[in-house]
């Protein structure tokens, strides 16, 4: 990845909080459910009702961008609530057909609906020289949101008919935390979804509770 994309994918984590370490796109998708509170946004309107973590300006085309589905300053003046509206019920349908293949039960209606989104065609893409004459990738045109959202869906097609990355489906071991994820360590011993949150988060809670019973019994 050039200096500039790296810089730019940095940006989208630093300011909207997104991960990209679940292993595929299509379960960093899920995660935008999960996404944790920033600058207000996701954490609530203010009157009891949680707000969408992609629905604030700017940040599903962020996402897009830290995905790497679309490269660094690609136009994407279309991206606005309907593209929300259908990134969210992809996301949802994932969120039902990744869940019943971990906990090994079928998926119902939600696989077909993937399977729609999957038979659109992605983004066509093409090489070209960067400013410092490097091979660069590029979109041919402005992406369209179905072509986007085809990319996603044909990498959970991808995913769930790999029986090698199927069984490998985790379900982050964090209290509260329902992320998803690939676990590719030695071993297959991975608990979390990422050892430096919830996997931190955990080991702070351990080190409180052993605290805490010293002095009950000190």
Do not use: K
Not at 25 to 53: I, K, M
Not at 96 to 119: S, T, Y
Not at 141 to 168: F, K, Q, S, W, Y
């Amino acid at each position: 990845m050039a200096t500039s994309a790296a810089h730019a994918v940095h940006t989208a984590h630093r300011s909207d909080r997104w991960r990209f370490d679940a292993g595929r796109v299509c379960l960093d998708l899920l995660a935008t459910a999960e996404a944790e509170p920033a600058d207000g946004v996701g954490s609530g309107s203010g009157d009891g009702h949680p707000q969408e973590p992609l629905a604030a300006d700017g940040r599903l085309s962020r996402w897009l961008v830290g995905a790497r589905l679309v490269p660094v300053d690609t136009p994407l003046p279309a991206c606005g609530p309907r593209w929300v509206e259908r990134f969210v019920e992809l996301r949802g349908h994932l969120a039902q057909v990744v869940r019943a293949e971990i906990e090994g039960r079928p998926a119902g209606p939600a696989l077909e609906r993937i399977n729609a989104f999957a038979a659109g065609a992605p983004p066509a893409v093409r090489a070209v020289r960067g400013p410092g004459g490097e091979l660069v990738r590029a979109l041919a045109a402005a992406p369209e949101c179905g072509e986007l959202l085809a990319a996603v869906a044909r990498d959970a097609v991808e995913l769930l008919t790999d029986p090698v990355a199927r069984a490998a489906l985790r379900q982050c071991e964090g209290e509260s935390c329902r992320r998803v994820y690939v676990d590719t360590s030695r071993g297959r011993r991975r608990r979390w979804c990422s050892s430096e949150v919830c996997g931190n988060r955990e080991r702070v809670a351990r080190h409180r509770r052993r605290a805490a019973e010293l002095r009950a019994v000190s």
